[in-house]
């Protein structure tokens, strides 16, 4: 199975976690990421994430169900 690899660029030096899934269309909801987070089936950099306002910056890569967010540095 491939995964989808979604790019989302940062307006600033971070993301929470929860706003960068329901940014990316992945949570319909920030509440819906909250529990993807809280359900374990999220990742960073290859690491499970518990963490539901895990600051994501520049660099990292977000899994979940089976989609993958590349981040990007702010313009």
Do not use: W, Y
């Not at 950099?45 to 660099?59: H, N, V």
Request: hydrophobic share 40%; charged share 25%; proline share 3%.
């Amino acid at each position: 199975m491939s995964l989808e690899t979604i790019e989302f660029r940062l307006n600033g030096e971070h993301v929470r976690l929860c706003d960068l899934l329901k940014l990316t269309g992945i949570a319909e909801s920030g509440g819906q990421g909250k529990h993807l987070v809280a359900a374990g089936e999220v990742s960073v950099d290859g690491q499970p994430e518990s963490r539901k306002a895990a600051k994501i910056r520049a660099g990292q890569i977000v899994e979940c169900r089976g989609g993958k967010i590349v981040v990007l540095p702010a313009a």
